[in-house]
């Protein structure tokens, strides 16, 4: 990592605010740093806050590895109201009388742990035929009737891996809190609107925050007031995670200064002498990393690879 705006790489622990987009976000935090380019792991709807990984730099490359950790959100449900967008900004659509007891609702949680079939809310960052389905979904009109989005946006129910979920309180006849731990691809959305349903009610998510995504937790984290107040201060570099933050998980093999010349120059290295201990490796010369690599046939084959 370096102070260059043209080389500094790494991420921020950013904790976002509440009504700013994740592509906001990044672009402020991309200007605060002085970083050539900036982009973000896992979306977070402009109505949630918390936890979204920054990524500065050479570190965008490897924005994929944090996508796919487990994450953890903090969440209220309101019951009674159904949304056209299963959060408080879209219209409601149907109500009910039925409030679930603490009682009825831990009953029903067993069968929304392991891997479920989920089918993500209209208003979502999913592509249909290019096109994102909240771009389809408005074009609409976030007004629209649920029967008429459902028509034009065919959204594929699919499995995601639900870790763990848990009732934190009842807050009040009509809301409720919970803690989920979960795969990548979940929304929490949807999990609020199944889990009304199978309560012979409805509800909506009210209060959404992210509190982990991955090794990035929310105590941790840093507030874009914060950055600005850190301005190009020594203070905000320290906040700046090294690049391979999100790469801890995956095998490390050590390189010669002749082997991270080839490899930089996208040149294919023989396993011989090393220990492949993986399909994908961290490619290192001393603390310095070179390259993402798959090993194939016996050689390293460089998939990526950092300035």
């Known amino acids: 990592m370096t102070r260059s705006s043209t080389t500094l790489s790494g991420w921020i622990n950013l904790d976002k605010p509440y009504g700013m987009s994740s592509t906001q976000a990044s672009t402020i935090v991309r200007r605060l740093t002085g970083a050539a380019k900036a982009g973000h792991a896992g979306t977070l709807d402009p109505l949630a806050t918390g936890v979204l990984p920054i990524a500065l730099g050479e570190a965008t490359k490897t924005i994929p590895y944090a996508v796919a950790d487990v994450k953890q959100y903090s969440f209220q449900v309101t019951w009674g109201e159904q949304r056209i967008t299963d959060d408080a900004e879209g219209t ?20 929304f742990i392991g891997i479920i079939p989920q089918q993500p ?34 959204l594929k129910t ?3 891996t639900i870790h763990n979920l848990v009732l934190e309180s009842i807050d009040s006849p009509d809301h409720a809190t919970f803690t989920v731990t979960c795969g990548p691809g979940t929304y929490v959305r949807s999990l609020a609107r199944d889990m009304a349903k199978v309560l012979h009610t409805v509800g909506y998510i009210s209060r959404l925050r992210r509190i982990r995504v991955g090794k990035f937790h929310q105590n941790d984290a840093i507030s874009l007031e914060t950055l600005r107040e850190f301005g190009h201060k020594s203070e905000l570099y320290r906040k700046i995670l090294p690049l391979g933050a999100v790469l801890d998980d995956i ?5 010669t200064v002749e082997e991270a010349v ?10 011989t002498g090393k220990q492949a201990h993986s399909f994908l490796v961290v490619l290192k010369l001393a603390d310095q990393i070179i390259a993402l690599a798959k090993e194939r046939d016996g050689y390293f084959y460089p998939k990526r690879v950092f300035k």
């Open 262 to 271: 080839m490899i930089r120059q996208g040149q294919r290295i023989p396993v």
């Open 121 to 154: 809310p209209l208003f979502s960052a999913i592509k249909i035929e290019g096109h994102r389905a909240y771009d389809l979904a408005r074009a609409g009109g976030i007004t629209s009737s649920l029967d008429d989005l459902k028509k034009a946006i065919a």
């Open 251 to 255: 095998p490390a093999v050590p390189l």
């Open 92 to 111: 409601v659509i149907a109500t009910a009388k039925e409030r679930p007891s603490a009682e009825s609702i831990t009953a029903i949680l067993p069968q």
């Open 158 to 160: 699919r499995p995601v």
